[in-house]
């Protein structure tokens, strides 16, 4: 029995997605298989390769001859292109990357709070200035009113003194 490592397709008609499998040589395409190690989605950009690293190089190490498209998947995951790595060092490095994307999404929420807290601080001390401004100005209203008070007392004073004062003249005639 001849082991090969090549695809097999799946998905919808105009919408393939592959499983990268080991197989007899002599089964049909989409037939029995050994092992799946992996998936192929060859329609986002760039492709989407899931490859377990550890039972790929397993298969090598026994013999099983990969197809060409296998052979370039393969060679696209040992030169460090964009491959997911199903194998337990890529699941630890999958379970880092999404820590460190939690951690980073975590930093990013608490920057947004802070710069939400500071506005808000802002807004306030706003606030505050207007009503001291309001309060102030309130002051120069009442002090100004105060001033036309006196005006008017000092006017209606010396209106009376210059009717007594007329009214004295009439009295002296």
């Not at 090549?6 to 089964?27: C, E, I, S, W």
């Not at 989407?48 to 190089?57: A, G, S």
């Not at 026994?62 to 060092?89: C, F, H, W, Y």
């Amino acid at each position: 029995m001849s082991v090969r490592l090549r695809l097999q397709r799946h998905g919808a008609k105009k919408n393939p997605f592959y499983r990268v499998v080991a197989t007899d040589q002599r089964a049909p395409r989409d037939g029995r298989f050994i092992e799946i190690l992996g998936t192929y989605n060859p329609l986002p950009d760039p492709p989407e390769i899931r490859l377990d690293r550890e039972r790929v190089e397993y298969w090598l190490g026994v013999g099983a001859q990969p197809s060409n498209t296998v052979r370039s998947l393969i060679r696209k995951m040992n030169r460090g292109e964009p491959v997911i790595d199903l194998s337990e060092e890529g699941a630890e490095a999958a379970a880092k990357a999404a820590k460190a994307a939690a951690r980073k999404q975590a930093k990013e929420e608490a920057r947004k709070q802070a710069a939400e807290e500071a506005a808000k601080k802002a807004k306030e001390a706003e606030e505050e200035a207007k009503a001291e401004e309001t309060e102030a100005a309130g002051e120069e209203k009442a002090e100004e009113g105060a001033e036309k008070a006196e005006e008017e007392k000092a006017e209606e004073k010396a209106d009376e003194e210059e009717a007594t004062e007329e009214s004295g003249d009439k009295d002296e005639e």
